[in-house]
């Protein structure tokens, strides 16, 4: 059973990567290599290009690795090599917390907080600093641009970033950098000659893995960056990422057109870039793991003899036979080295600093997105009809009119349904998969399947959702918007997520544990049901957390999967509400009562959200402080 489970993520990989390229082969044989240079989307001429959505996809991708990695390093170096030791666990859980906000939340605060300052002071700003002239011309764009694109795509990156790097910096053996210490190295000096170098690895990786969430991010690039197709002609030009695009346009075409199937060539292309991203990331973080595991990273470099031991040659007695007068080179030897060691301390304490900065850059955001959906959607959320009633019909409030806010009750239903039928088919594959990677599969086919179902988890899900849609298409077209179709786009979502948690859960399981088993007579699978998951169970439930959260903030998948609907659920093979596209749907809609309801329901997914992230933490710190084998 656990080998057919692990069989099945190669087999759902190959499915994945098959039915996008049949889908799309038309439009790959009509447009060759040229669809990559193409610039138009003309559909009534059948004319069509990916390449101001490329271009739009790279850029913004790349200016927002170029802001978050400074910061991301900032916050991985305070909280392992600055912070005290009594304030690091908070801070690691706040930044954290912000990794768990869903891409609709930040999309929504993006629209509400990030496009009112760019349109008012920040582009304005740019503009006159540059006298109107390039690259910061007049813009007309209002703040929906690839600039405020980037800064959406650098907040949601960065906790990605910097917990990798942090966890890469944890890995380096702590001698390094007390050796570094011992020899009269400031703090800062001790981590950039000592740590950075070792962990160099870690963090390239942890970058590779930021690109590649930047590049497949959907939901709140499209909620901000203009949606216009064009090749930008500056960073305040309008324009439309792969992901984007594809969203926008994906349920208005008929799927035997060729728009249709440019489109499909899109998400292949995306696919394509992600994944080679996503190879390359995995491929460091495993050298990286397999270095640290074997304690031998990289060394750190050897220094010049210690500016301590100049002080003390400077400062020490004369020598014997010089009449008492210590020489004159001793003299403007300490007068550099003190010069120097003040130098040294302002560097210290200006990177410390900076660092402090970086932490509050990175914790704004969600203190931001937090008040703003609490002003918003506070009003709402204060009723208990809210989470009862049906949504409303749009309307305006004036002084002959009032209007009934509603509720969303049917999207809170219908994503409970969705979730709980992703759970019960990806918990057990996931659970079996990850079984016999770590219990089976010490051969070339278990790190297959264990390094695949890592390069899922950085799949866009608005990829795996088009791939669940054109599987319906194919198999049951009258299902392919339904809460089946979406139950089985969330499922996707959560068995590389499942698999990947319940291989690190096993794998902290001490090998002693089994073999004790063992030595009393049980059978291997006894052992590994009995014994193993036993002790690895709250590790287990973190993980199914965490793939859960992820599948209840999805929006991409589920646009293109569950379709929408303002009742309440009715089959399995009718379409379906849920929050998230429930949010997309309405949080700019010119009717009052149902941006109030979108307020809401934002509100109540965050919540839902941050508590599943606290639950999960206190698992993991109740499963670290439980005695072994219990």
Known sequence: ???????????????????????????????????????????PHNVFGAGPAIVDTILTSLFALLLAVPIALGVAIFL?????????????????????????????????VIVPLMNSTIEPGLTSLTGGRWPFPPSGSLGYDLLTATLVLTVMILPTIA?????????????????????????????????????????????????????????AVTMVIGNVYILPGTIFSPGATLASWIVNNFS?????????????????????????????????????????????PDRPRRHRRSRRSLVLAATSPAEPGTGGEPPAWRARVAAGVRSRLVRRRGVQWT????????????????ASVILTLARLGGPAVVQPSFYTSLPPLGCNPNPFTTCSLGGIGPAIQGTFIMLGLGALIAVPMGLLAGIYVAEYGRNSFGKLVGFLADVMTGIPTIILGVFVFVLFIYFDHNAALSALSGGVALSVIMIPIVTRATIEALRSVPTGVRESATALGFPRHRVTVRVVLGSARSALVTGILLAASRALGD???????????????????????????????????????????????????????????????LAVRSGAAAPEGE
């Open 1 to 43: 059973m656990a080998g057919l489970a692990a069989l099945g993520i190669l087999v759902l990989l190959a499915l994945l990567t098959g039915f996008l390229v049949e889908s799309a082969w038309p439009s790959l044989t009509h447009f060759g290599i040229g669809f990559l240079f193409g610039t138009v989307w003309d559909e």
């Open 351 to 366: 990177v410390v600093g900076l660092t402090v900065l970086c932490l509050v850059i990175a914790i704004a955001p969600l």
């Open 252 to 296: 208005e075409l008929t799927p035997a057109s060729l728009a249709y199937q440019a489109l499909l060539e899109m998400a292949l292309i995306l696919l394509a870039i992600t994944v080679l991203v996503n190879v390359v990331a995995r491929g460091l973080l495993w050298r990286f793991g397999s270095a640290t595991e074997g304690g031998s």
């Open 80 to 112: 392992t090599q600055i912070a005290p030791a009594w304030l690091r666990r908070p801070l690691t859980y706040v930044v954290d917390l912000s990794a768990a906000i869903p891409s609709v939340v930040y999309g929504f605060w993006a629209f509400f």
């Open 163 to 219: 917990a990798i790097s942090r966890e890469s910096m944890l890995a380096v053996p702590r001698i390094y950098r007390e050796s570094a210490l011992s020899l009269g190295a400031t703090r800062w000096e001790a981590t950039r000659m000592a740590v950075l170098g070792p962990a160099r690895t870690g963090i390239v990786a942890g970058i590779m893995l930021g690109l590649g969430r930047a590049l497949g991010e959907t939901i």
């Open 555 to 617: 929006t991409a998948a589920l646009l293109l999967t569950a379709g929408g609907s303002s009742f309440w659920f009715s089959s399995l093979n009718t379409q379906t509400a849920a929050l998230t596209p429930f949010i997309f749907a309405n949080f700019a809609s010119s009717y009052q009562n149902l941006r109030t309801d979108a307020y809401g329901a934002a509100l109540v997914l965050l919540a839902m959200m941050l508590g599943i992230s606290l639950v999960a933490r």
